[in-house]
């Protein structure tokens, strides 16, 4: 299935969408969306700036222009689902457990933070919010949010399990494999794509014969649709009525979400993607497309929201932001005795 005018947008980056359905959804979600969204968006500016500045060691990876997707599909989630994401998780992360300090205690290397600040950026994980967590490793989690899917299954639990991948991820065996078992086994996962267009640095061109993934969705017999991952509306309507469905009935399905980092693969340039040159005027035109200002704009223009609110949304965000970095700035460096704790487990 299609969201209408998908396919024009991946095939014309000129492209632009008109306003948000808002329709049907109450006023408060989307008051929730806005502020998410704006959330995550000023947290990761924050990362990327203070990795600009050397206050972070390790590497970041950033989905600036990304955040519908997350904040779409974590709405309709419980704590008792399992959540597993990628390389590019704050998003995800954040969009089920708001607590910045932990998010930016962990990059900071802090004993505060999400991993015990053993992982960084990459190894996140909060388990009382059912973020189960997330790795480097390509597709490294697709399989586990499988077996997660099972294990809820066999429970016989109403609980699902949700899958983030890229694009570049469907490139990996065993992610065909894991489309293949969930379906066999009627498993309640749901794989939620968000093509960027880019892995690393090569463009869907240059890797694929389409710039589309749903297919595999299609050859595995599992339903799928494919969005525009900037309309956190559309994102929310199709991963609610694909949760619902998986409650009642255990089975696989897929989302595709097109959507477009304005950062390139690691850390804070925005014009390079890992030594390659990636169009300017491509990413303008993404920006655009930009998903809280879409949000925003729809909202006043419907009367639901106002200028004024909106300055207010802006200063609570900075605040929070501020307050919060300034806490995981002061918070203590694990110990160096605790190096090894978490390596090897004693029987």
Same mark, same amino acid.
């Given at each position: 299935m299609l969201s209408e005018g998908v396919e024009n947008f991946i095939e014309d980056p000129n492209f632009i969408f008109p306003e948000l359905n808002l329709s049907q959804i109450k006023p408060s979600y989307l008051e929730d969306f806005l502020f998410s969204m704006?959330?995550? $968006?000023?947290?990761?500016?924050?990362?990327? @700036?203070?990795?600009k500045n050397g206050l972070i060691k390790g590497p970041v990876h950033l989905g600036v222009g990304q955040e519908a997707i997350a904040v779409g599909v974590s709405k309709s989630l419980r704590d008792t689902d399992r959540i597993f994401g990628a390389h590019r998780s704050h998003s995800h992360i954040l969009g089920v457990d708001k607590d910045l300090r932990k998010l930016f205690a962990e990059v900071l290397g802090r004993k505060t933070g999400f991993s015990a600040g053993m992982g960084g950026s990459m190894h996140l994980a909060s388990k009382s919010k059912g973020f189960m967590g997330s790795v480097p490793i390509v597709t490294g989690t697709v399989p586990l949010a499988v077996g997660a899917g099972l294990a809820s299954k066999l429970q016989k639990s109403s609980d699902i399990a949700i899958s983030y991948l890229g694009d570049g991820a469907t490139e990996e065996g065993v992610f065909h494999e894991s489309l293949n078992f969930a379906r066999v086994s009627n498993i309640p996962v749901l794989f939620v794509v968000e093509n960027n267009l880019f892995s690393s640095h090569m463009h869907m061109s240059l890797r694929q014969p389409l710039n589309t993934i749903n297919r595999f969705a299609k050859?595995?017999?599992?339903?799928? @649709?494919?969005?525009?991952? +900037?309309?956190?509306?559309?994102?929310? @309507?199709?991963?609610?009525?694909?949760?619902? +469905?998986? $409650?009642?009935?255990p089975e696989p399905y897929l989302i595709e979400a097109i959507t477009y980092r304005w950062f390139g693969h690691v850390d804070w340039r925005d014009d390079i993607d890992v030594g390659v040159a990636r169009s300017k005027k491509d990413l303008l035109n993404w920006k655009k497309r930009d998903p809280i200002k879409r949000l $925003?704009?729809?909202?006043? +223009?419907? @009367?639901?929201w106002t200028n004024e609110k909106q300055l207010n949304l802006d200063v609570k965000v900075k605040n929070l932001v501020e307050e919060n970095w300034e806490t995981a700035m002061k918070d203590d460096f694990p110990d160096r005795n605790s190096l090894l704790d978490n390596v090897y487990k004693d029987d």
């Open positions: 704006s959330l995550i $968006r000023a947290a990761e500016i924050k990362i990327a @700036k203070a990795k050859a595995h017999k599992i339903k799928a @649709k494919l969005l525009d991952g +900037n309309d956190v509306i559309e994102i929310y @309507k199709t991963s609610s009525e694909f949760i619902k +469905n998986m $409650r009642s009935k $925003r704009d729809a909202m006043i +223009n419907k @009367k639901i």
